[in-house]
């Protein structure tokens, strides 16, 4: 893979994966694992999901270095049936386990129509619209969900005790369209959003959060001290009360406030849950006809008129691929801040100029492309 | 039954389902198939449901009058696996073909640990709530989506192509504690919540609906001229797209636009879809395990101090459970309209007046324990 950053504004996604590889490499996971976490981090920077992308390589390191995470845990099969695995991640990297979780549930939908897998003993997993896209890939509808520290009042409470649990689901689209994919946390906006806007000066809606008195709250710095509230009231509260089910309760797994937190946390591994569903649409009807089927759905909406102030209808999945392409031409734009935390993670481990090399030159400022882009993002 | 009113202040809901079910067999339906529908509608009243109550039978009768909805349907199985069926409604009342795919996906869970059933040809299934509560009865975890004529705009989009597409879940709880039943449509308020702010004089908040030019608008006239907004933008949009492909694309039904609508339609069935999964804790944890993990997240949920202006946190299916404890004491409060509409579609069928005597009596206020219950209705 190219190492050099040449003459692209922003990082290079090849030589940026090869770092953050070696990285975890360096503290301990085998190399194929180390790959697979570090694509997926460059995966989700170059859909423009900054908030999982290469920025949680310090948090994954430092937790593995504490012992934490497990860097080569001992996954097992807790039990099984030909439509089901309750899967042990051995308290080692997440994404790993997520994987090897939706490739379960693939092959049991390949074998039974359906695959439907739950996992315990997990860390953070990322992001879900890539495990949901694998089944995709394979021709299959999939959901996955994952739990998450409690971050979300739900409906009604004045404190926190969901966590802002993510729901994903993917659908094979026909050749020559992206695959649907779709991913959402259950929480009216990312915190990320909250955090920008306080950064900004400016004040956030009454629905987005509560102060730590349970009260609505404008203030940026009030919210971030209390807690999220769910999209859409008690409809955003009950899905993640869904997310929690799916995830925690089926899996055995922490839940809610039992979740000890990924950030400040020296202490307790966090023992998540997830899980993955992949289903065949070829038990209803023959592939190509449902593909066919969700192509012309998808040319009908993406065909509808635009509302006032939007300059054309996205279908879920569409904002964040036009965004990685632009970002593979481009290069993505990495903070200055991301690209000192890399470093100082790089040096920590180990790894030599030559791979950090692909940090180097200026911060660039985000193409046009991923304005128009970020608009339709749910998250 | 008690088909007499006596001294409830609304009315007695064992003879509203007699009357109802009378009204059904005098238009055609068999007597199990009208008590099935007549007990769906009542229940939904006795819930706080009322638009999926027995002020849908005015609608019902009509189409089933004019031949649009096949009162004693030829059913079918299109293709089924251990797993999975596909069901062809012949375009009889939703209500019985719904009950009998949630019946067919409750037998599959108990046999494979999962069933998913979807469904085409069919009708107006009234509320999702109603399945996924019989599976949770059975110990399942159960989903349920219906498809519906197009009324929202997908984000982005100046015209309606979704319905309000509703999703729901449920969950089995311990002994002693109400099942966890969700159901919400995927449109930020039902079209009710419009119609009443109309009748009201209120504004309505800017997320709720665009106007026929596709602008967000504050006046009711206007926005029920227009489109439905989903619940959280591109959110609630993706979830509704999912309803789309699991009810429609995967059945085979019409979807979105194609869809003809319920009501002023005297010349096309509807053809609609609905999906339902029912899934077996027991392939995951033993279910006292599960269910006593339901329980303690139940309990501590419930246990959190309220946010301002809330009484108390709700589950979702609490609200509904005790409004319909209120009102199996007090009576359901049918309007006057209501009243009047089912005294004529009785009178149109031949109905005696023994059975519409339930329906007499004056026109009750909500009792206090109502507007407490309705805060936290997710509909």
């Known amino acids: 893979m190219n190492t050099h950053n040449g003459h692209l504004p922003g990082v290079e996604p090849?030589?940026?994966?090869?770092?953050?590889?070696?990285?975890?490499?360096?503290?301990?996971?085998?190399?194929?694992?180390?790959?697979a976490v570090a694509h997926h981090l460059v995966e989700a920077d170059l859909r423009g999901v900054d908030s999982h992308g290469v920025s949680r390589t310090a948090v994954y390191v430092h937790r593995i270095r504490r012992g934490l995470v497990t860097a080569r845990p001992q996954r097992s099969v807790i039990t099984q049936t030909p439509v089901s695995a309750l899967l042990d991640a051995g308290n080692g990297p997440g994404i790993v386990a997520a994987e090897h979780a939706m490739r379960t549930a693939i092959a049991k939908a390949a074998d039974t129509g359906v695959g439907m897998v739950s996992v315990r003993n997990s860390n953070h997993c990322g992001m879900l619209a890539h495990y949901t896209g694998m089944a995709a890939r394979e021709g299959l509808v999939a959901l996955a969900t994952t739990s998450a520290p409690a971050a979300m009042a739900p409906w009604g409470a004045k404190d926190s005790y969901f966590g802002t649990n993510p729901i994903?689901?993917?659908?094979?689209?026909?050749?020559?369209?992206?695959?649907?994919?779709?991913?959402?946390?259950?929480?009216?906006?990312?915190?990320?959003?909250?955090?920008?806007?306080?950064?900004?000066?400016?004040r956030i809606p009454l629905d987005w959060a509560l102060d730590e008195n349970g009260r609505p709250t404008g203030d940026p710095a009030a919210a971030l001290a209390g807690s999220m509230l769910p999209v859409g009231g008690p409809k955003g509260s009950g899905l993640a009360l869904l997310v929690e089910v799916f995830s925690a309760l089926l899996s055995g797994a922490h839940y809610g406030p039992h979740i000890p937190p990924l950030y400040d946390n020296d202490d307790h591994p966090q023992g998540l849950g997830h899980f993955f569903l992949a289903m065949s649409p070829e038990v209803f009807l023959p592939a190509d006809e449902f593909t066919a089927r969700v192509g012309r759905?998808?040319?009908?909406?993406?065909?509808?008129?635009?509302?006032?102030?939007?300059?054309?209808?996205?279908?879920?999945?569409?904002?964040?691929?036009?965004?990685?392409?632009?970002?593979?031409?481009?290069?993505?734009?990495?903070?200055?801040e991301v690209r000192a935390e890399l470093r100082a993670v790089a040096r920590e481990a180990g790894v030599g100029a030559a791979l950090t090399a692909v940090l180097d030159g200026s911060e660039p400022a985000a193409g046009a492309g991923e304005a128009a882009a970020a608009e339709g993002s749910p998250r």
């Open 14 to 35: 090849g030589g940026l994966a090869d770092l953050v590889a070696e990285i975890f490499t360096a503290v301990g996971l085998n190399p194929s694992d180390a790959e």
């Open 168 to 202: 994903s689901y993917a659908v094979p689209a026909p050749e020559g369209r992206p695959d649907i994919v779709f991913d959402m946390a259950t929480s009216h906006v990312a915190k990320g959003k909250i955090i920008l806007a306080g950064k900004n000066g400016q």
């Open 297 to 336: 759905l998808a040319d009908e909406v993406a065909a509808l008129p635009a509302a006032e102030g939007h300059e054309r209808v996205y279908l879920p999945g569409e904002p964040e691929a036009e965004r990685a392409e632009h970002r593979r031409a481009h290069g993505i734009p990495l903070s200055a």
